[in-house]
C-alpha cells in the first residue's frame, strides 16, 4: 500500500507561514490536555493550532468504520490504542483531517462554534508523553559516532568493533525514564572512576552529554516467535520522532564492561511531544550510505530506506541570551536504516509492541561541526565548544539548556519535528 501524500501545493484555511513546522503536508500526532482540569486526549498540530481529536470524533466527522469505534483510540491519554489500529486507520485518519483541514472544505472554516470546540491555541494547551512506551531500545547506528567514540577509547585502527557493519548494533534501554520535552533532568549520581590508579567514589556526574537521535514508535507489533521481515518492517512505524539520549559518560565509562550501558543511561530520555507520521516523510526517501560488506538477507531490501531530515542542536547556558548552535547534520547519514533494525530487533522471534520506542544511536555527520555529542564535538575535553561569550564547554553546567530541532524541506512547505529541550537541574545526592 502507498503513503498517503498530501500534495505540496495544497494549503489549509488555517494560516501557516512557509517556513513553519506544520503546515497541512505534516499532521502531526500528540496528546494533549486543553486545560489543566480536563481529560487528555490525542490531538494534530496544524500551524500554532491544536486540532481535538476527540472532539472531532465526538462530532461525528470520523469514519468511524476505520476507527473502530469502540476503542475510542482519541479519547485516550497515550496514543497506544490508536498505534494498535495499523496503517489503514492511520491513512483513514489522515486523509480525513486533511480533507476537513483544507482551504475549500467549509465544515470548520465556516463554523466559528465548531472551530472553538475543535481547535485550541497550541499556547494553551499543555503536551504530554505521546505514549505509554513499554520498552525503549537505543541502536549505535551512525557509522560516523561509532567510529569517532572508537578511535577515542581504542585507537583509529580498531574504531569499529567486528560486528558492527554485519548488524545494527543495540542494547534495551530504560523506558520508565522516557520524559516529555521540557521537563526538567537532574544531573544523576553514581559510581565514577576518574584515576585509573584509585577506587571508584560516589557522586554527581561531571561529565554530562546529550546524544542527538532520531527515534520511531512501533504502531503495530509482532507475535513472540514471528520475526517482522525488512520488506514490511515500514508498515509496523507509527512514526518519528526527536530523542535526545542523555548520558553520564563518567558513570558510563565504570560500568559498561561487558554487558553495556546501564546507570550512565537509564536516568532521563527525552522525547518530542509530536509524532511525525512516516507518510508524512515520503517526499523526503534517500539512499542511505553504500553497505560494504553486503548485508545478510533478512537485513534486506533497503532501497530508498534513510530520510532527507536535517538537525540540529542548540546549547543556552545561563549566561547567554540565546541559544547558540554547536552542531548540524541530517538524518540521511545513518548507516543501518529504521526499516533494518526492527527486522534485526525481531529476528530472533523478540515481539514488539504498540508504543515501543527505537531511537537511531548519536547522529552524527562527517565533519567536526556535525557531530550529535558534547563527546565528539569537543574531542574528549581536547578541543571544548567555543561559546558567544567566549565561555567554553566540554560537557553540560547545571543549568544549561539543550535545544534540538529537524525538518524536511520541502518545495514552499517544511515538515518540521518537534522541538526536544530540556534544562540540566543540580544533582539531588543522598544524603551524607
Ligand atoms: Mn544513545
Not at 500500500?1 to 501545493?9: D, E, F, H, R, T
Not at 560537557?395 to 524541506?409: E, S, Y
Request: contains cysteine; charged residues 20%.
Amino acid at each position: 500500500m502507498s503513503a498517503y501524500l498530501i500534495p505540496a501545493a495544497d494549503a489549509s484555511f488555517i494560516d501557516v507561514p512557509a517556513d513553519h513546522p506544520f503546515p497541512i503536508q505534516h499532521l502531526p500526532y500528540g496528546v494533549f490536555r486543553p486545560r489543566t482540569d480536563a481529560e487528555p486526549r490525542v490531538g494534530v498540530a496544524i500551524g500554532d493550532q491544536v486540532v481535538d481529536l476527540a472532539a472531532l470524533a465526538n462530532e461525528g466527522l470520523f469514519d468511524h468504520e476505520a476507527l473502530a469505534p469502540d476503542v475510542h483510540p482519541f479519547r485516550a491519554d497515550t496514543l497506544n490504542a490508536f498505534m494498535a489500529l495499523g496503517q489503514p486507520a492511520w491513512r483513514a485518519t489522515r486523509s480525513t483531517l486533511h480533507h476537513l483541514l483544507r482551504e475549500d472544505t467549509p465544515t470548520l472554516r465556516d463554523n466559528a462554534s465548531l472551530r472553538t470546540r475543535v481547535l485550541h491555541p497550541q499556547d494553551d494547551v499543555s503536551m504530554l508523553l505521546p505514549a505509554a512506551v513499554g520498552d525503549y531500545t537505543d541502536f549505535y547506528s551512525s557509522r560516523e559516532h561509532a567510529t569517532n567514540i572508537g578511535t577515542m577509547f581504542r585507537g583509529p585502527e580498531n574504531a569499529l568493533k567486528p560486528n558492527w557493519l554485519h548488524l545494527p548494533v543495540g542494547y534495551h534501554g530504560r523506558a520508565s525514564s522516557v520524559i516529555v520535552s521540557e521537563t526538567p533532568v537532574h544531573r544523576p549520581c553514581g559510581q565514577r572512576k576518574p584515576d585509573d590508579d584509585a577506587p571508584p567514589t560516589y557522586g554527581a556526574s561531571q561529565l554530562l552529554d546529550f546524544e542527538l537521535e532520531m527515534g520511531f514508535y512501533v504502531g503495530t507489533g509482532n507475535a513472540l516467535g514471528t520475526p517482522i521481515r525488512a520488506a514490511d518492517a515500514e508498515s509496523h512505524i507509527f512514526g518519528l520522532s526527536l530523542v535526545n539520549d542523555w548520558s553520564a559518560r563518567d558513570i558510563q565509562k565504570w560500568e559498561y564492561v561487558p554487558l553495556g550501558p546501564f546507570l550512565g543511561k537509564s536516568f532521563a530520555t527525552t522525547v518530542s511531544p509530536w509524532i511525525t507520521p512516516l507518510d508524512a516523510l515520503e517526499p523526503f526517501r534517500t539512499d542511505g550510505p553504500d553497505q560494504d560488506p553486503e548485508p545478510l538477507d533478512y537485513l534486506q531490501p533497503n532501497d530508498h530506506a534513510n530520510f532527507d531530515i536535517k538537525l540540529e542542536v542548540q546549547l543556552q547556558t545561563p549566561e547567554l541570551d540565546t541559544p547558540y548552535t554547536i552542531s548540524q547534520t541530517n538524518f540521511n547519514y545513518m548507516y543501518w536504516s529504521m526499516r533494518q533494525q526492527l527486522a534485526h530487533h525481531t529476528v530472533n522471534g523478540c515481539n514488539v509492541r504498540p508504543g515501543d520506542l527505537m531511537a537511531s544511536g548519536t547522529i552524527s555527520g562527517p565533519t567536526e561541526d556535525s557531530y550529535g555529542s558534547m563527546l565528539e564535538l569537543a574531542w574528549r575535553g581536547t578541543k571544548p565548544i567555543q561559546l558567544p561569550d567566549g565561555s567554553e564547554r566540554s560537557f553540560l553546567h547545571d543549568g544549561d539548556r539543550v535545544v534540538m530541532r529537524g525538518w524536511a524541506q520541502g518545495d514552499g512547505f517544511r515538515i518540521g519535528l518537534g522541538t526536544v529541550s530540556g534544562t540540566v537541574q543540580p544533582a539531588q545526592p543522598l544524603d551524607a
